[in-house]
């Protein structure tokens, strides 16, 4: 019977298509938005995530100042020392590892090409903390540490700013007053927000504080890296940093933290869940189209019971019953709900393909979110069909059959 009244179905919508894609307009374009947005929506997250994972393998980073980001906060606030980063490594268990890390912005010279770089002074341990991965050459050892030898490794940027297309292994670059071998060109990360970080050039501490800007204070770290071992958690540890930072700066009970300590894991947890909540804010209001569209095969619907009438008075007087007759039209109804779905579908997944390539998020196809939106457009159909399918099988055989 419902395979009957599927074929009765799609004959009356090819009877006049041009109405039939009106009709599922509204669901077409709902379906396309919610798979769009919800898809769009995961493939921002997963870039968030990405891009946080960036940063650092369960990275922790503690720096001076009330809070992150703050210039104002850090401004006079003593700095940290080398052995800071020694201590928090031997006495807080679930450490992995520990870099102290000074920065300064220097002029960077090669040949006729200059430019500012970000040049960071840290131990070897840092490339592992914050996951750079070599493209050649090599990273700098402990013997390199010790001895302040001038060897740097640059990221992508400095390397295509100052060489171009040219090898830079080897090669000898000019930082603030000094020369400085190039031994390691790294693999690009790309940005992380407002942040290149391939715009970087890391060498070894010692080299730095001698070399470059010197040393007039012990306490001229202005940061440490911090990489938690895996299945630690963060938070146990940033109680444990903070009680200890606390007593290696002297603070008392009623004085403030003059540090503060940014958790990449955390931050990613939040913006993936933040980015997550505006997704399903915009699924729903892009699902609000597939109700207009409901509302369309209602409307349209009632149009075909009052067209048809004589044929259900004909269909009513041979021996067709009440329920056969609400059956035919909630499968009408629920046809025209499915086709918009399907073509909503490929719509999407068309837009999702192309709009994840302009702004440069994963793409990522979710077979689930496409199922639940067709199930969705099939319940409107249902939902929406329902009440002109009644009507046509509450009609009085006789005066339908007396009907114009």
């Known amino acids: 019977m419902i395979w009957n ?9 090819g009877r006049n298509l041009t109405r039939a894609f009106l009709t599922v307009l ?12 919800v898809t769009l929506g995961q493939g921002a997250t997963l870039a968030v995530k990405a891009q946080i994972s960036s940063l650092g393998n369960n990275l922790l980073t503690l720096r001076p100042g009330a809070g992150f980001g703050s210039r104002a906060s850090a401004a006079g606030t003593p700095h940290f020392t080398e052995k800071d980063a020694v201590i928090i490594e031997e006495q807080i268990a679930g450490i992995a590892a520990a870099a102290p890390v000074r920065t ?4 960077t010279i090669y040949l006729q090409n200059a430019r500012l770089s970000t040049v960071t002074g840290t131990t070897p341990i840092y490339f592992q903390i914050n996951k750079w991965n070599l493209a050649e050459g ?8 010790r001895s302040g ?25 000019r930082i603030g007053k000094a020369s400085c071998e190039v031994i390691g060109l790294l693999v690009g ?30 306490h001229d770290i202005s940061q440490i ?96 019953t009440a329920g056969e007759v ?23 997944f068309g837009l999702c393909a192309g709009l994840a390539r302009l702004i440069q998020v994963p793409f990522n196809f979710n077979a689930q979110i496409n199922l639940i939106a067709f199930l969705f457009a099939a319940a409107v159909g249902v939902l929406f069909g329902y009440a002109p399918a009644r009507r046509a099988a509450r009609l009085n055989p006789i005066d339908a059959l007396r009907h114009e």
């Open 5 to 13: 009244a599927f074929a009765i179905a799609v004959r009356e919508i």
């Open 26 to 37: 509204g669901i077409f374009i709902g379906v396309a938005a919610i798979i769009t947005m």
């Open 104 to 107: 300064a912005s220097l002029s």
């Open 138 to 145: 090599r990273f700098f050892t402990d013997i390199d540490l």
């Open 149 to 173: 030898a001038a060897v740097c490794v640059i990221g992508p940027t400095v390397r295509k700013e100052l060489f171009g297309t040219e090898n830079p292994i080897g090669a000898k670059i």
């Open 189 to 218: 990360k790309g940005q992380a927000g407002m942040f290149d970080q391939d715009d970087t050039i890391i060498m070894p501490l010692s080299a730095l504080q001698r070399r470059m800007i010197g040393k007039t204070s012990s």
């Open 225 to 320: 890296a911090i990489s938690a071992q895996d299945g630690v958690d963060s938070n146990v540890l940033i109680t444990e940093i903070t009680s200890l930072m606390r007593q290696r700066r002297n603070l008392q009970r009623n004085q403030d933290n003059n540090f503060n300590i940014f958790d990449t894991r955390q931050i990613a947890e939040t913006l993936g869940a933040t980015t997550q909540l505006m997704t399903m804010l915009l699924a729903a209001v892009a699902g609000v189209s597939l109700l207009v569209g409901g509302i369309g095969i209602m409307n349209i619907m009632l149009v075909s019971v009052t067209e048809r009438t004589r044929e259900i008075g004909i269909r009513l007087a041979i021996g067709a």
């Open 326 to 348: 609400l059956l035919q039209f909630l499968v009408e109804a629920v046809t025209l709900s499915c086709v918009g779905g399907l073509l909503g579908m490929l719509l999407a």
